[in-house]
């Protein structure tokens, strides 16, 4: 008699398949009245991210910053920014959160400090050569008096990657690497110390119940010790030339090392803690980060940088499934972040590449027919949330909103737009706070009679608002809340895979089980929907059994009931 064995397949863990909504903090609520979103508006939210139905919250940085680069420019990385709150309230959110099924992950930025970091402070007070000048990236110019920079790199956010610093004796001294702004000095982590505390302030946090972290800039930490010349000459604002071969300051090889150790560490702790690295890596690179002795997830870009186009995006899709599956990793979408133009925005464009961009940086200037890419959203958000592996929200997409093109120069705060010679004016669109409830800005953001928000928000956004569209069947809060449930509740999207089906010219429709499928129709032509399966959800309204375009259907079928 052949021997049975039961397999009892171990439960995925909880990331493999979560939605995880992105708190940009600052925006976010504000519950003291001063014009930023801050922890105690969290707090007060949290019921409502549980009734939308995500499974974690990404929260973006809270600790200590002068905020040069709204908040990614870190003075200390276990502490809470008194902005924000204090520690005991960070802590009685992750307590709160928790109570309510919602789990926590916090963004870390290894690749640099703020200058204000106790660190930087100590190097420039210290000698070239120090060991306290060891611990970012410092070196002698070029030039007969080192007047030039040691090589050519460039900021992330326009001009030069290095600034000059003056010595202690006020002569003008070495210079220091900055990829990003003059105010957000690199690590160098070649050196044991800065390794050493990155992983108390791992275990820091994560012994106070933190389910995991973002990792920022993941692909940047580890730089060519030769600092060789790029050869490039002009601005690359926001470029990440993720395809270029053998880069000295993104993707080295070194970085692998460094996450096998926060591997150890996330793994000593109960639980199933999570990273989610941000690397804009070439994706035949991405699976190298997700190896089993290293991160869980890493953010898929090329699907937010798609066209909304079926063939790039099933391409896209495809890539992605593919390649991670090959280290065992899920795939992980985003549509939009705190650092792209909102894809309601993007798609109402004729141009919906985020890649090509007008001279301030943003997608075309072209008209935007929000009608149009509102629609697009729609089906984008049923697309993305049926595909397998888990998804990232960034606040607000729930509510429709669009990216602020017109803000105020004067308001401006993302240090592109001073960096770049106003030229570009930066991330700031799409950070605008939140539209909660009433009639008159904020909008609930904060309470009333207090300061106004940090960015002024379009009047428009009272029609926008979580409590205007709360049980408006057709509103973008109650698509994003259905489909959540429907995502929890149905078995069919507990597989893995995915199984694409023959389709009409310009639809995309898959299987996700034998149960469950998913189609988009992105031509103009109305597509007939099959008769022998059900309708679960649709992005719009259909008429005639005939999905129309720019519309994402989910069906059910093949006998099986809904449970
Ligand atoms: C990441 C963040 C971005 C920040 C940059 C520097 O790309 O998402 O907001 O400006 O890193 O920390």
């Given at each position: 008699?052949?021997?049975?064995?039961?397999?009892?397949?171990?439960?995925?863990p909880?990331?493999?398949?979560?939605?995880?909504?992105?708190?940009?903090?600052?925006?976010?609520?504000?519950?003291?009245?001063?014009?930023?979103?801050?922890?105690?508006?969290?707090?007060?939210r949290?019921?409502?991210?549980r009734?939308?139905?995500?499974?974690?919250?990404?929260?973006?940085?809270?600790?200590?910053?002068?905020?040069a680069?709204?908040?990614?420019?870190i003075?200390?990385?276990?502490?809470?920014?008194?902005?924000?709150?204090?520690?005991?309230?960070?802590?009685?959110?992750?307590?709160?959160?928790?109570?309510?099924?919602?789990?926590?992950?916090?963004?870390?930025?290894?690749?640099?400090?703020s200058?204000?970091?106790r660190?930087?402070?100590?190097?420039?007070?210290?000698?070239?050569?120090?060991?306290?000048?060891?611990?970012?990236?410092?070196?002698?110019?070029?030039?007969?008096?080192?007047?030039?920079?040691?090589?050519?790199?460039?900021?992330?956010?326009?001009?030069?990657?290095?600034?000059?610093v003056t010595?202690?004796?006020?002569t003008?001294?070495?210079?220091?690497?900055?990829?990003?702004?003059?105010e957000?000095?690199?690590?160098?982590?070649?050196?044991?110390?800065?390794?050493?505390?990155?992983?108390?302030?791992?275990?820091?946090?994560?012994?106070?119940?933190?389910?995991?972290?973002?990792?920022?800039?993941?692909?940047?930490?580890v730089?060519?010790?030769?600092?060789?010349?790029?050869g490039?000459?002009?601005?690359?604002?926001?470029?990440?030339e993720?395809?270029?071969e053998?880069?000295?300051?993104?993707?080295q090889?070194?970085?692998?090392?460094?996450?096998?150790t926060?591997?150890?560490?996330?793994?000593?702790?109960?639980?199933?803690?999570?990273?989610?690295?941000?690397?804009?890596?070439?994706e035949?690179?991405?699976?190298?980060?997700?190896?089993?002795?290293?991160?869980?997830?890493?953010?898929n870009?090329?699907?937010?940088?798609?066209?909304?186009?079926?063939?790039?995006?099933r391409?896209?899709?495809?890539?992605?499934?593919?390649?991670?599956?090959?280290?065992?990793?899920?795939?992980?979408?985003?549509?939009?972040?705190?650092?792209?133009?909102?894809?309601?925005?993007?798609?109402?464009r004729?141009?919906?590449a985020?890649?090509?961009?007008?001279?301030?940086?943003?997608?075309?200037?072209?008209?935007?027919?929000?009608?149009?890419?509102t629609?697009?959203?729609?089906?984008?958000?049923?697309?993305?949330?049926a595909?397998?592996?888990?998804?990232?929200?960034?606040?607000?997409?729930?509510?429709?909103?669009?990216?602020?093109?017109?803000?105020?120069?004067?308001?401006?705060?993302?240090?592109t737009w001073?960096?770049?010679?106003?030229?570009?004016?930066?991330?700031?669109?799409?950070?605008?706070?939140?539209?909660?409830?009433?009639?008159?800005?904020?909008?609930?953001?904060?309470?009333?009679?207090?300061?106004?928000?940090?960015?002024?928000?379009?009047?428009?956004?009272?029609?926008?608002?979580a409590q205007?569209?709360?049980?408006?069947?057709?509103?973008?809060?109650?698509l994003y809340?259905?489909?959540?449930?429907?995502?929890?509740?149905?078995?069919?999207?507990?597989?893995?895979?995915?199984?694409?089906?023959?389709?009409?010219?310009?639809?995309?429709a898959?299987?996700?089980?034998?149960?469950?499928?998913?189609?988009?129709?992105?031509?103009?032509?109305?597509?007939?929907?099959?008769?022998?399966?059900?309708?679960?959800?649709?992005?719009?309204?259909?008429?005639?059994?005939?999905?129309?375009?720019?519309?994402?259907?989910?069906?059910?079928?093949?006998?099986?009931?809904?449970?």
């Amino acid at each position: 008699m052949p021997r049975t064995r039961i397999h009892q397949k171990p439960a995925a863990p909880w990331w493999s398949t979560a939605v995880v909504y992105q708190v940009y903090l600052r925006s976010f609520a504000d519950g003291n009245g001063d014009g930023v979103g801050d922890i105690a508006g969290l707090r007060a939210r949290l019921p409502y991210l549980r009734e939308l139905g995500v499974d974690a919250v990404w929260i973006t940085p809270w600790y200590p910053s002068p905020m040069a680069d709204g908040g990614y420019d870190i003075a200390d990385y276990r502490a809470i920014d008194p902005a924000f709150g204090t520690l005991a309230e960070a802590e009685e959110m992750i307590a709160e959160a928790h109570a309510l099924g919602v789990r926590v992950v916090l963004d870390i930025v290894p690749n640099h400090t703020s200058d204000r970091h106790r660190w930087f402070a100590e190097a420039l007070a210290a000698a070239p050569g120090s060991p306290e000048r060891d611990r970012y990236v410092f070196r002698d110019g070029r030039g007969e008096a080192g007047e030039l920079p040691p090589n050519d790199w460039r900021s992330e956010f326009g001009g030069r990657a290095w600034t000059r610093v003056t010595e202690p004796d006020g002569t003008p001294g070495q210079w220091y690497l900055h990829l990003f702004a003059a105010e957000q000095p690199d690590l160098n982590w070649a050196s044991r110390e800065v390794r050493s505390d990155f992983e108390a302030s791992l275990r820091f946090w994560f012994d106070r119940g933190v389910d995991g972290f973002r990792i920022d800039v993941a692909h940047g930490l580890v730089k060519d010790h030769t600092l060789p010349d790029l050869g490039i000459a002009d601005d690359a604002v926001f470029e990440h030339e993720g395809g270029k071969e053998d880069h000295p300051h993104w993707d080295q090889e070194g970085v692998h090392e460094i996450y096998q150790t926060w591997r150890k560490v996330a793994e000593s702790y109960a639980g199933d803690r999570v990273f989610v690295a941000e690397a804009h890596v070439r994706e035949d690179r991405l699976p190298l980060y997700l190896r089993q002795d290293e991160l869980h997830t890493a953010f898929n870009f090329a699907f937010l940088k798609s066209a909304w186009e079926p063939n790039v995006l099933r391409e896209v899709i495809d890539r992605g499934v593919r390649t991670l599956a090959e280290v065992g990793a899920p795939p992980t979408w985003v549509l939009s972040n705190h650092d792209v133009p909102r894809h309601v925005t993007r798609y109402g464009r004729r141009d919906t590449a985020l890649g090509r961009r007008d001279e301030n940086g943003r997608p075309g200037a072209a008209a935007t027919d929000r009608a149009l890419g509102t629609r697009r959203a729609r089906a984008a958000a049923l697309l993305m949330l049926a595909l397998p592996g888990g998804a990232y929200l960034y606040q607000g997409e729930e509510l429709g909103l669009w990216e602020v093109e017109d803000l105020p120069a004067d308001v401006l705060r993302d240090p592109t737009w001073e960096r770049s010679g106003r030229t570009v004016r930066g991330r700031d669109g799409c950070r605008v706070p939140l539209p909660w409830s009433g009639s008159d800005a904020p909008f609930g953001f904060g309470p009333a009679g207090g300061e106004a928000p940090w960015l002024p928000q379009p009047a428009e956004w009272e029609y926008f608002s979580a409590q205007f569209q709360s049980g408006a069947p057709a509103s973008m809060l109650e698509l994003y809340r259905t489909a959540l449930r429907l995502r929890r509740e149905q078995p069919g999207f507990d597989s893995g895979t995915l199984r694409w089906l023959d389709a009409p010219e310009g639809v995309l429709a898959f299987e996700r089980s034998p149960v469950l499928r998913c189609a988009v129709n992105f031509s103009g032509d109305p597509m007939p929907l099959p008769r022998d399966w059900g309708v679960l959800l649709t992005s719009d309204r259909i008429t005639g059994g005939t999905l129309p375009a720019d519309t994402t259907v989910w069906l059910w079928g093949g006998g099986a009931a809904l449970r």
